[in-house]
Nanobody, 121 residues
Framework: QVQVVESGGGLVQPGGSLRLSCAAS????????MAWYRQAPGKERGLVAR???????NYADSVKGRFTISRDDAKNTVYLQMNSLKPEDTAVYYC???????????????WGQGTQVTVSS
């Protein structure tokens, strides 16, 4: 069974930092790209940051300069370093992976269960 599991969420004060991790496991042949999305109460889920297999990254405007996405291919893991956190960063953060488990089949999308990040004093 292929899955992605997030960790690292929690409660942090404004201006603080957190690092989220997401590990993909199972019979994975390749990972095209991985990403972090977030969903705040009453809002739609939106892209936070994405990183491709070649290391190219893109970020939502609201997190540029504060968040950094990185990946460790040996561990099939992606990280999101979040600095200078603001109350508006409060949301459930979801890990996403586009990956291949069978060379005869197209890539498919895999979502994690989500991890809560709360920024509050």
């Amino acid at each position: 069974q292929v899955q992605v599991v997030e960790s690292g969420g929690g409660l942090v004060q404004p201006g603080g930092s957190l690092r989220l991790s997401c590990a993909a496991s199972g019979s994975i042949l390749s990972i095209n790209y991985m990403a972090w999305y977030r969903q705040a109460p009453g809002k739609e889920r939106g892209l936070v940051a994405r990183i491709t297999s070649s290391g190219m990254t893109n970020y939502a405007d609201s997190v540029k300069g504060r968040f950094t996405i990185s990946r460790d291919d040996a561990k099939n893991t992606v990280y999101l370093q979040m600095n200078s956190l603001k109350p508006e960063d409060t949301a459930v953060y979801y890990c996403y992976a586009n990956l291949k488990t069978d060379w005869a089949l197209p890539n498919y999308d895999l979502w994690g269960q989500g991890t809560q990040v709360t920024v509050s004093s």
